[in-house]
């Protein structure tokens, strides 16, 4: 079993949508929890840092973490084709440490 | 702020040749940086962690005679792929660690290595 889990996608939705993206875990050592935003053949993009459980808010883009259930999401409101690309979750047990990624679901949003 | 600049942004190569990729953190000073390798359709996997002024730590099945991992400076990290085969093809991605509150990594545009 992988430490984390992500559904590869793709994932298709219509402009202005609500995206839904997700993520499991099973170590529970995990503390920090992350989003990147990956388009093609370029390096990953830091969009949502979060360490807490709970929600956290950034525009129209919402992280949602639930240590309880080992279950991360991030929530993208109004979606645009611009954000059209691959989502990665990321993961770490201490701050500054390993990062543990998931294999990243392929978003694309039609205009 | 944060941003780490990768050189070159594609590489072919010949299969036995040494192909040296640049990591380089623009405007802020990266005590650790770290190299991935990116497969198509696939996730980031960590290849080495690597600290200024000492050697770089490889994770578990990554050969650290053909990934030679030098971190010179705050601001330099290399790879170099030696003796490359085809099988060494792949998106190689570095990351630079701000000295933030929370540590965060910003990751560079990436090389990709094609070995004939």
């Known amino acids: 079993q992988k430490e984390v889990e992500q559904d590869p996608g793709p994932l298709s939705v219509p402009e202005g949508a609500i995206v839904s993206l997700n993520c499991t875990y099973s170590?529970?050592?995990?503390?920090?929890f992350m989003w990147y935003r990956q388009y093609s053949r370029k390096g990953p993009e830091l969009l949502m840092y979060?360490?807490?459980?709970g929600n956290k808010e950034d525009g129209r883009f919402t992280a949602q973490v639930d240590k309880s259930s080992k279950y991360i999401s991030l929530f993208i409101r109004d979606s645009q084709p611009s954000d059209s690309a691959t989502y990665l979750c990321?993961?770490?047990?201490?701050?500054?440490?390993?990062?543990?990624f998931g294999q990243g679901t392929e978003l694309s949003v039609k205009p | 702020g944060a941003v780490v600049s990768q050189h070159p942004s594609r590489v072919i190569c010949k299969s036995g040749t040494s192909v040296k990729i640049e990591c380089r953190s623009l405007?802020?000073?990266?005590?650790?940086m770290f190299w991935y390798r990116q497969f198509p359709k696939q996730s980031l996997m960590l290849m080495a962690t690597?600290?200024?002024?000492?050697?770089?730590?490889?994770e578990q099945g990554v050969e650290k005679d053909k990934f030679l991992i030098n971190h010179a400076s705050l601001t330099l990290s290399t790879l170099t792929v030696t003796s490359a085969h085809p099988e060494d093809s792949s998106f190689y991605i570095c990351?630079?660690?701000?000295?933030?509150?929370?540590?965060?990594?910003?990751f560079g545009p990436g090389t990709r290595l094609t070995v004939l």
């Open positions: 990321a993961m770490s047990a201490n701050q500054g440490g390993k990062l543990i």
């Open positions: 170590n529970s050592a995990f503390q920090y």
């Open positions: 979060t360490y807490s459980s």
């Open positions: 405007d802020f000073q990266a005590t650790t």
């Open positions: 690597s600290n200024e002024g000492s050697k770089a730590t490889y």
């Open positions: 990351s630079g660690q701000a000295p933030t509150s929370t540590d965060t990594q910003y």
